[in-house]
């Protein structure tokens, strides 16, 4: 896997869990920044380090009608404020090589959608932009297969890059997560567990407002899994946060709700202890 690499108060693939939370999408300057606020003071208390996620522009919803984000120029001075107002490092997703520049230039880690962790193009640029890279792993995809995508990065002069598991398809409207992906995309990259994306039920449900076509979810099963992939060696949890999920503007119905996260990540601290004091007692 390498070494590690320093993120904010993370390291990379450093034996320490990490968390990437924040909601899906931007919905506002001050919703970004209570959402920000409320995870890091859950995560300081914890000691667990923590990077915001938020994204500008959700290219990929189910729905024409569905709210995208407010776009490239509003979405970073957002960004740029969180950074500024709570001081962590911030991660949003980049759908266009002609996105990157801009969003380099707020933004700690650029992610790469799992619909387009094959576009080469998008990943190299993202690599040439001198930020750290998350390549979300495709739900068609088989984990032996990401290291083509890692490979793409490195190739381009960029060893910060990390994977993230995200499900894989399972038949039509539904996701499963195999566990073995997790230690095998581990022989080539840190590996991230996304634990919401996870439990989404794609493009199963409609909305109770509107009637548009959209993503269900079972974010009850968020904690059985989050616990499963820090047992089977996870370098970082991904978890979408919403201190009111059935008002989110996107992914709402597999968020988890912010009140429920530090138990949560109290469980995930209490795992990776115990199977350390385990292993160093043999």
């Not at 869990?17 to 970004?32: K, N, Q, R």
């Not at 759908?95 to 387009?116: C, G, I, K, S």
């Not at 598991?165 to 038949?171: L, N, Q, V």
Request: proline fraction near 4%.
């Amino acid at each position: 896997m390498g070494e590690g690499f320093q993120l904010g108060n993370a390291v990379i693939g450093g034996g320490n869990l990490f968390l990437i939370a924040g909601p899906c999408v931007i919905e506002s300057e001050a919703h970004a920044i209570r959402m920000a606020e409320i995870i890091k003071g859950v995560t300081r208390s914890l000691g667990f380090p923590f990077i915001f996620k938020a994204s500008y522009d959700k290219a990929n919803r189910t729905s024409i009608k569905s709210y995208r984000g407010p776009g490239l120029g509003e979405g970073m001075r957002v960004l740029k404020k969180v950074k500024q107002e709570v001081g962590v490092p911030v991660l949003t997703d980049v759908h266009e090589t002609a996105d990157v520049p801009r969003v380099a230039e707020v933004a700690d880690v650029l992610q790469v959608p799992a619909f387009l962790c094959r576009q080469t193009d998008l990943i190299v640029a993202a690599a040439r932009a001198g930020r750290a890279v998350n390549l979300k792993k495709g739900q068609f995809l088989a984990p032996w297969d990401m290291c083509h995508a890692v490979e793409k990065c490195r190739e381009s002069g960029n060893c910060r890059v990390f994977v993230t598991e995200r499900g894989a398809s399972f038949g039509y409207n539904n996701l499963v997560v195999d566990m073995r992906s997790l230690a095998i995309m581990r022989e080539f990259a840190p590996v991230v567990f996304d634990a919401t994306h996870s439990v989404q039920l794609p493009s199963a449900s409609r909305g109770e407002r509107d009637g548009t076509a959209r993503s269900g979810g079972q974010p009850e099963f968020i904690p059985v899994l989050a616990r499963a992939a820090v047992a089977a060696g996870v370098d970082g949890i991904f978890v979408e946060v919403h201190d009111n999920p059935r008002q989110a503007k996107s992914d709402g119905s597999n968020a988890l709700e912010s009140t429920k996260l530090r138990s949560l990540l109290k469980e995930l601290l209490a795992i990776q202890k115990g199977i350390r004091d385990a292993a160093r007692a043999v």
